[in-house]
Structures are given as structure tokens and as C-alpha cells.
């Protein structure tokens, strides 16, 4: 099964704050990944599907990117609203798999 | 407008089956291309994938799972389906389902299933 490693597990981020979340494949997927946003009592909202497209409706804040067999999500500007686990997902081979998120709070 | 709604039996006794249902409008599983997946999140844990349905009624499954997993359709009352046979504790969280085209795109809001004796 492929892997997926988030980093960091947890962060801390000051409004404004430039943030990056990495998520490493254990195996070449191509741009078979996409990243969720998951609040509490919410199911996960899709932020970025094929490594580095903004999902419909997701503010231009948001980016995805690609270097080698490792993934970001970046948010150019925190905001409040932004607090959240982020998982990223492979879907290029089955089974499918979740990271094992990141959890961002604001300090 | 795509709506997606998962519905299930809330409490269940360990061996049972667990039996969910995905009641969704706003697209067809006969389009080509189309999707629904089953995902669950246990308390305090992360996501998991569970398994997948196609329009053309190709199924994946999670074999972490061990052939417990069954996922089906009913086209045409726009439905998905999933069974996990002999559930025991581990398998109490929130399921979710979800329409793939590419990734997941939509997702019903999820049910939460607890097994308890």
C-alpha cells in the first residue's frame, strides 16, 4: 500500500502567517492527490484536487504544489477560519489512502 | 445541486452486519466516469478509506478490511450501499460517503455508528 506522511502532525500560526503542510508518498502517484479540509461535526471540504487544482468555492488563498514525491498545501495568509485538520488523499492506486493529517491552530 | 445523505442503524451489537445506506441526488451512477466511496473516521483518529463503486459497477475495497466489505448500487433509486459484516468495536465512527469524479468532491455530512455490547 502506498503511504502518505504529513508534516507536521500539529502546528501553531499567527493570522497572516504564510503556511505550508507537506505530505510525502511513499511511491511515484503523479498528481493523484488531493487535500481536505476537516473541521469538527463537518464532513471534509476538498481544497485542492490533482496536486495543485483549487477545488470550486475554495479561496485563491489556498495553493497546492509538487516536488517529487512531496506535496504542499499552501495557505499564502492564515485566517481564523483556517483552523482545521488537513489530510491529503492518493488516489492514483488502490487502496486509497489518508495521511494522517496535520492539525492547525492558530497561536 | 449535488446532496448526498448517509443513513444507518446508530448502535449495533459486536458480529452483527452493519448495514449503511447512501441516499444521493444532483447525479447518476449510470454517468460515465461517476463514483461513490465509503470513508470513516473513528473518534479521535483519522480518515480511512473504505471502498469504492463505479458507474460501470466496477467495486475496490479497503483489504485492511479482510473481505468483510460488500459496496453496491441501486441506479435507479440513486443509492449506494455498503455491509460490514462482523463488526466489532473498532469498527464504531463516523461514515461518511462521498461522490468521486477524480477525488471525492462531495460528501454527505456522515453517520455516526457505534458498536457496543
Known amino acids: 500500500d502506498i503511504q502518505l506522511t504529513q508534516s507536521p502532525s500539529s502546528m501553531s500560526a499567527s493570522l497572516g502567517d504564510r503556511v505550508s503542510l507537506t505530505c510525502q508518498s511513499s511511491?511515484?502517484?503523479?498528481?493523484?492527490l488531493s487535500w481536505y479540509q476537516h473541521k469538527p461535526g463537518k464532513p471534509p471540504k476538498p481544497m485542492i484536487y490533482?496536486?495543485?487544482n483549487l477545488a470550486d468555492g475554495v479561496p485563491s488563498r489556498f495553493s497546492g504544489s509538487r516536488s517529487g514525491s512531496d506535496y504542499s498545501l499552501t495557505i499564502s495568509s492564515l485566517e481564523s477560519e483556517d483552523t482545521a485538520i488537513y489530510y491529503c488523499?492518493?488516489?492514483?492506486?488502490?487502496?486509497?489512502?489518508f495521511g494522517g493529517g496535520t492539525k492547525l491552530e492558530l497561536k | 445541486q449535488v446532496t448526498l445523505k448517509e443513513s444507518g442503524p446508530g448502535i449495533l451489537q459486536p458480529s452483527q452486519t452493519l448495514s449503511l445506506t447512501c441516499t444521493f441526488s444532483?447525479?447518476?451512477?449510470?454517468?460515465?466516469?461517476?463514483?461513490v466511496g465509503w470513508i470513516r473516521q473513528p473518534s479521535g483518529k483519522g480518515l480511512e478509506w473504505l471502498a469504492n463503486?463505479?458507474?460501470?459497477?466496477?467495486?475496490y475495497y479497503n483489504p485492511s478490511l479482510k473481505n468483510r466489505l460488500t459496496i453496491s448500487k441501486d441506479t435507479s433509486n440513486n443509492q449506494a450501499f455498503l455491509k460490514i459484516t462482523n463488526v466489532d468495536t473498532a469498527d464504531t465512527a463516523t461514515y461518511y460517503c462521498?461522490?468521486?469524479?477524480?477525488?471525492?468532491?462531495?460528501w454527505g455530512q456522515g453517520v455516526m455508528v457505534t458498536v457496543s455490547s
Open positions: 462521498a461522490r468521486i469524479r477524480g477525488p471525492h468532491d462531495y
Open positions: 444532483g447525479f447518476s451512477l449510470s454517468t460515465y466516469g461517476m463514483g
Open positions: 463503486i463505479w458507474w460501470d459497477d466496477d467495486k
Open positions: 511511491q511515484g502517484i503523479g498528481n493523484y
Open positions: 490533482y496536486a495543485t
Open positions: 488523499l492518493q488516489y492514483d492506486e488502490y487502496p486509497w489512502t
